[in-house]
Each structure stands twice: as C-alpha cells, then as structure tokens.
C-alpha cells in the first residue's frame, strides 16, 4: 500500500508550488521547439536543454542531451529502488508548426491562462504532459526523497517530424533502456474528458500499384477495343480487392486479426459516442463501412484497405481521345493487432498478381508502414494506471483503440521488446496541431498526481512499496 503520510506531504507540495509550477510550465512552452523547420533548430535543443536542467534540478540522475544525428533526446533515470519495476516514460518536447498564424487568438509562443486552460502551441501535445511527467519527478523526490520504482525517461524531439532517428537511438541504446513496461504519455481523455487508458494502435501497410500498357498514350480510335486500358484495368483491381460490404478480399488478409470479445465490443458501445454528431463534423452524406461493424468499431478495431490516390490519362479540360499508358493508385491499410505489414503487403501482391488483367503489366510497391499494437487492460501497468486515474479523477478509465498510428509504441515493443500503456492527459478538442492549441490545468494538475500513483500503485502491486 502507498504511504499515506508520504502522499499527504506530496499533496502538499503540490499545493504549494502551483504557482511557481504554472511559470515554470510556461517557461517551457515558450520556447518554439518546432521541430520540422530547420530555422528552429536552435530553439529544439534550447527546449532541450531547458528540459534537461529542469530534469536536474528535479534530482534525476545521468541526465543528458543525447545526440541523434537529429534533434536530440533527453535521457534521464533514477534507479535506486532495488527489486522494483522499472518503467520507462515516453513523451516529446518538440512542438508542431503554428501556421495559419492569424488564427491564434494569442501569439502561440506567449503562453496564457484563461478559464483553467493554458493556451499555447505544445500546451497538451506533447510539452504539457512532459511538463506533468517533470513536475512529478520534482515532487516526489523532494518530499520523499525515492521512487517507489525504478524510472528511465525518454523524452524526443522529433516526434512531430516522423521520428527519423528514434529507432536508431533506441536500438544503439538497448541496453541502458531495458525495463518492465513503457508509458507513453501523448493521449488524450475521451469525449467529456472522461479519463482514458489507449489501448491499442492501428498499424500501416502503404503501398503503390502501377499498370503499365505502353511506353506512350495511343490513339482510342485506332487502338480501343484492341488493347488491354491500364486505367480500366487499375479499375478492377481496386473493385476486386474491397467489396461493396466494407470487407477486403485479399486471400487471408484477416487471419491475424485478434477478434474483439463480446466484453470488448460491449465496452465499446457503452463509451459516450455520438454517431450522428460525429457524422456531422465530418460532413459526410452517411457513415459507411465494415457490416456487421460500428462505426466506433470500424475505425480503430478493425483493417481498412483505401486508396489515397488514384491517377493517370488525360487529366486536363476538354476530351482527349487516347488510351493512357499507364495508371497508378496509392493504395493503404490500416492494420490491426497482430497483423503484420510485411505479410500483408506480400498477400496483396500475391492477390493482384492473380487478378492482374491480361495485357498489361502491373506491379506493387512497399511505401513502407508500421506494426499495431494492443496491450491488454489487465497488464499490471494498464491496472496501475487505471486504479491511479480513478483515484485522481473520481471515474474509473474508459479504454480507448485509436485508428491512428503512435510509431514510436511499435518502436517500443518491436526494438525494446516492452508492453507499451498509453496514458495521455489531453482534454479532447484541445486544438492539438491546430491554432488555439489549449490544455486544461485540471487535466494537467490531475496528471501529475496520477503519475506519482501509477508509480505508487505498480510498486505497491509488486509487494515493493512506496517507501
Ligand atoms: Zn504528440
């Protein structure tokens, strides 16, 4: 059991420092750390290092600003509670771009406080949670003086480029990084701001399909009727791979797929989610997809095959009677736990090839991709966390799947071999990416005491204690 004493005297120090805690959390967000524009590179390595002295100062050991060959990384540990887990944390100091820059009702590197909201670019993607992970550190250290578990903390700063040299890093630094779990803490709270665990990721299999007829566009006339068309070809081979019922036709496509359970698919249903109003913000005619499915189903549960782009022949106004030499689509899915995107892309091929109408060549290309990921809600970590967010916010966790892609999660499991809990803090439509980008001082006051319990909670868990 986490010491009560202990985590009254924690409490207080919160209470104490909000102040000084909120300037320096301002401090932070006003360094422009975007890390996709090479002129603010200077400014991604001062948010470094900010982090890194504020790390420090905390009382964390072996900190430093690693060098990537990119922007770096900022590594930090402490390792003092012998026979306890170890966790490794995830977040990312560097920020998107603030463009369209007349949108922000304040300039985006002028942090303001406004009706419990801090308003400014990286307030809650991702610089507020790293800020909440810090904050954490500094109390617990400062008022007990230990960990109830072992930490190492990797905060990046190239997450919002694509992370081009993370795996890299990880991989050289295999062995200073070995623990029991990772958290990574780059979510959000469901709609009503309803505390969330995520519970998985959705993969990425991208590919190209190129048919080719001939070296150059032919005359319809003299040709049509006589040759194989590579854009009608395109045509049916995208009509063959994806039926009119949402399911995808590849030969196996759905053989790794982990099926949901009914607990899950009842979990699922009860999350406050409005089809109708989601349908609206979106501003599609009707929600289509997977029968059998929900649409809360459909997009983070379950493969989806979709061309992104499609293109070939005469695009320009008027007609132009020919039969183009070749056509191209960009073809993706998106992949569920444990489907594989290798597998998938040589099924693809396999299953084009086959269908492949005669008199044209057509090949597929690997664009690349990414595995998903899935962590069970009852891993001790995903137990921890939920008992920790109950206990800060008064609300068991609802359990969220994304549709999209958290690489880095992939990046833990594939290069470090860790279960990977996603315990994110963003209140939902914080404007991440956008202008106006906000987080809730509720939400991030909240998550610093969640950290400090999920630490207390994994250490109590495994019989080590808090102190
Ligand atoms: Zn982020």
Same mark, same amino acid.
Request: glycine content about 8%; charged content about 20%; overall charge negative.
């Given at each position: 059991?986490?010491?009560?004493?202990?985590?009254?005297?924690?409490?207080?120090?919160?209470?104490?420092?909000?102040?000084?805690?909120?300037?320096?959390?301002?401090?932070?967000?006003?360094?422009?750390?975007?890390?996709?524009?090479?002129?603010?590179?200077?400014?991604?390595?001062?948010?470094?290092?900010?982090?890194?002295?504020?790390?420090?100062?905390?009382?964390?050991?072996? !900190?430093?600003?690693? @060098?990537?060959?990119?922007?770096?990384?900022?590594?930090?540990?402490?390792?003092?509670?012998?026979?306890?887990?170890?966790?490794?944390?995830?977040?990312?100091?560097?920020?998107?771009?603030?463009?369209?820059?007349?949108?922000?009702?304040?300039?985006?590197?002028?942090?303001? #406080?406004?009706?419990?909201?801090?308003?400014?670019?990286?307030?809650?993607?991702?610089?507020?949670?790293?800020?909440?992970?810090?904050?954490?550190?500094?109390?617990?250290?400062?008022?007990?003086?230990?960990?109830?578990?072992?930490?190492?903390?990797?905060?990046?700063?190239?997450?919002?480029?694509?992370?081009?040299?993370?795996?890299?890093?990880?991989?050289?630094?295999?062995?200073?990084?070995?623990?029991?779990?990772?958290?990574?803490?780059?979510?959000?709270?469901?709609?009503?701001?309803?505390?969330?665990?995520?519970?998985?990721?959705?993969?990425?299999?991208?590919?190209?399909? /190129?048919? !080719?007829?001939? &070296?150059?566009?032919?005359?319809?006339?003299?040709?049509?009727?006589?040759?194989?068309?590579?854009?009608?070809?395109?045509?049916?081979?995208?009509?063959?791979?994806?039926?009119?019922?949402?399911?995808?036709?590849?030969?196996?496509?759905?053989?790794?797929? !982990?099926?949901?359970?009914?607990?899950?698919?009842?979990?699922?249903?009860?999350?406050?989610?409005?089809? @109708?109003?989601?349908?609206?913000?979106?501003?599609?005619?009707?929600?289509?997809?997977? #029968?059998?499915?929900?649409?809360?189903?459909?997009?983070?549960?379950?493969?989806?095959?979709?061309?992104?782009?499609?293109?070939?022949?005469?695009?320009? @106004?008027?007609?132009?009677?020919?039969?183009?030499?070749?056509?191209?689509?960009?073809?993706?899915?998106?992949?569920?736990?444990?489907? %594989?995107?290798?597998?998938?892309?040589?099924?693809?091929?396999?299953?084009?090839?086959?269908?492949?109408? &005669?008199?044209?060549?057509?090949?597929?290309?690997?664009?690349?991709?990414?595995?998903?990921?899935?962590?069970?809600?009852?891993?001790?970590?995903?137990?921890?966390?939920?008992?920790?967010?109950?206990?800060?916010?008064?609300?068991?966790?609802?359990?969220?799947?994304?549709?999209?892609?958290?690489?880095?999660?992939?990046?833990?499991?594939?290069?470090?071999?860790?279960?990977?809990?996603?315990?994110?803090?963003?209140?939902?439509?914080?404007?991440?990416?956008?202008?106006?980008?906000?987080?809730?001082?509720?939400?991030?006051?909240?998550?610093?005491?969640?950290?400090?319990?999920?630490? /207390?909670?994994?250490?109590?868990? /495994?019989?080590?204690?808090? %102190?």
């Amino acid at each position: 059991m986490p010491d009560t004493t202990a985590t009254t005297t924690l409490e207080q120090h919160l209470d104490e420092t909000h102040e000084a805690r909120l300037g320096s959390y301002k401090d932070f967000l006003r360094v422009p750390s975007i890390s996709t524009l090479p002129q603010h590179a200077p400014d991604v390595r001062r948010a470094a290092e900010w982090l890194a002295e504020t790390l420090t100062g905390a009382g964390l050991e072996h !900190v430093e600003v690693a @060098e990537t060959g990119g922007h770096p990384v900022v590594y930090a540990d402490w390792l003092h509670a012998e026979g306890a887990p170890t966790v490794l944390i995830y977040g990312h100091y560097d920020v998107q771009p603030v463009d369209p820059l007349d949108l922000w009702t304040s300039p985006p590197f002028e942090p303001v #406080v406004e009706d419990g909201r801090m308003l400014a670019r990286g307030a809650a993607d991702d610089k507020g949670q790293v800020h909440a992970h810090a904050m954490a550190a500094q109390a617990i250290l400062a008022t007990r003086g230990a960990y109830p578990i072992n930490v190492k903390y990797v905060f990046e700063g190239e997450e919002e480029s694509s992370s081009v040299h993370l795996d890299e890093w990880l991989a050289a630094n295999k062995d200073r990084l070995t623990a029991d779990a990772a958290i990574i803490s780059d979510t959000g709270f469901f709609e009503g701001n309803l505390p969330a665990i995520t519970v998985s990721l959705r993969g990425m299999m991208y590919s190209q399909i /190129d048919v !080719v007829l001939s &070296p150059v566009d032919l005359h319809s006339g003299g040709f049509g009727g006589a040759v194989q068309n590579p854009a009608n070809a395109l045509a049916q081979i995208i009509a063959a791979v994806k039926g009119p019922d949402g399911r995808i036709r590849i030969p196996g496509f759905y053989d790794a797929v !982990v099926p949901l359970t009914e607990e899950e698919r009842a979990a699922l249903a009860a999350l406050p989610f409005d089809e @109708e109003a989601y349908r609206v913000a979106t501003g599609v005619s009707a929600l289509i997809g997977e #029968v059998g499915y929900t649409p809360l189903e459909r997009r983070a549960t379950r493969p989806t095959l979709d061309v992104n782009g499609i293109w070939g022949g005469f695009q320009e @106004e008027g007609a132009k009677t020919i039969i183009p030499a070749h056509a191209h689509a960009k073809v993706s899915c998106r992949l569920v736990a444990a489907q %594989d995107p290798d597998d998938i892309f040589q099924k693809l091929c396999a299953f084009v090839a086959e269908i492949a109408p &005669p008199g044209v060549d057509v090949t597929v290309q690997d664009l690349g991709g990414g595995r998903p990921t899935l962590t069970p809600v009852d891993h001790p970590v995903t137990r921890a966390a939920a008992r920790a967010l109950e206990a800060t916010f008064g609300q068991a966790p609802v359990y969220i799947r994304e549709g999209g892609s958290i690489p880095v999660a992939a990046s833990f499991e594939s290069i470090l071999g860790l279960p990977v809990v996603l315990l994110g803090f963003s209140p939902p439509h914080d404007n991440a990416h956008a202008p106006d980008e906000w987080m809730a001082l509720d939400n991030y006051e909240g998550a610093i005491r969640a950290i400090v319990r999920t630490f /207390d909670e994994i250490g109590a868990a /495994d019989g080590a204690g808090a %102190d």
